[in-house]
T-cell receptor
Framework: QKEVEQNSGPLSVPEGAIASLNCTYSDRGSQSFFWYRQYSGKSPELIMSIYSNGDKEDGRFTAQLNKASQYVSLLIRDSQPSDSATYLCAVRYGKLTFGQGTILTVHP | DTGVSQNPRHKITKRGQNVTFRCDPISEHNRLYWYRQTLGQGPEFLTYFQNEAQLEKSRLLSDRFSAERPKGSFSTLEIQRTEQGDSAMYLC????????????FGPGTRLTVT
């Protein structure tokens, strides 16, 4: 059973702070990793993909991948109330396997 | 570039009835996926098409569920003899070519079985 685990939430950060979301996965063979944002009642929206070890930055978002530790994270800098959502980590084992999600709340 | 579309957006049905959902992928995407999501959980894979061929089906998918993708364009997901446990959000996602791994989701169909 290939598994994806996310840090349990909910996570609450003040506006302007850095939010850190973490994810571990069980299968060393996986090559592709994704972060999705899901607002309440809506479908998942792809915000980051990462395939190689290291950091990948896109605006206020940075994805970090460490294949040796089987760990992927998402940092959100200068968090805004509009970032409040559930963040889903997904790992590609052929199809996508998702973690259970971490609820992030950014309070003014 | 239009995104993935799904219809209907909401469906309420009585236990025992059959329901069918439709997904129209992004036009140039040849790979199409169906997922199911319940409250507080991540999406769970149901089935996968490459063009018109159904290449993978979850072992969790009972024989009451069937999916098709005629002509490799839109796809339908049918649930026969619905049960209350089928209540969930049904999500469709599409992906481009062999080297493009990003999946883009449609708005989903929320099914409520009473």
């Amino acid at each position: 059973q290939k598994e994806v685990e996310q840090n349990s939430g909910p996570l609450s950060v003040p506006e302007g702070a850095i939010a850190s979301l973490n994810c571990t996965y069980s299968d060393r063979g996986s090559q592709s990793f994704f972060w999705y944002r899901q607002y309440s009642g809506k479908s998942p929206e792809l915000i980051m993909s990462i395939y190689s070890n290291g950091d990948k930055e896109d605006g206020r978002f940075t994805a970090q991948l460490n294949k040796a530790s089987q760990y992927v994270s998402l940092l959100i800098r200068d968090s805004q109330p509009s970032d409040s959502a559930t963040y889903l980590c997904a790992v590609r084992y052929g199809k996508l396997t998702f973690g259970q999600g971490t609820i992030l709340t950014v309070h003014p | 570039d239009t995104g993935v579309s799904q219809n209907p957006r909401h469906k309420i049905t009585k236990r025992g009835q059959n329901v069918t959902f439709r997904c129209d992928p992004i036009s140039e995407h040849n790979r199409l996926y169906w997922y199911r999501q319940t409250l507080g959980q991540g999406p769970e894979f149901l089935t996968y098409f490459q063009n018109e061929a159904q290449l993978e089906k979850s072992r969790l998918l009972s024989d009451r569920f069937s999916a098709e993708r005629p002509k490799g364009s839109f796809s339908t997901l049918e649930i026969q003899r619905t049960e209350q446990g089928d209540s969930a959000m049904y999500l469709c996602a599409s992906r481009g070519g062999a080297r493009s791994y990003e999946q883009y989701f449609g708005p989903g169909t929320r099914l409520t079985v009473t």
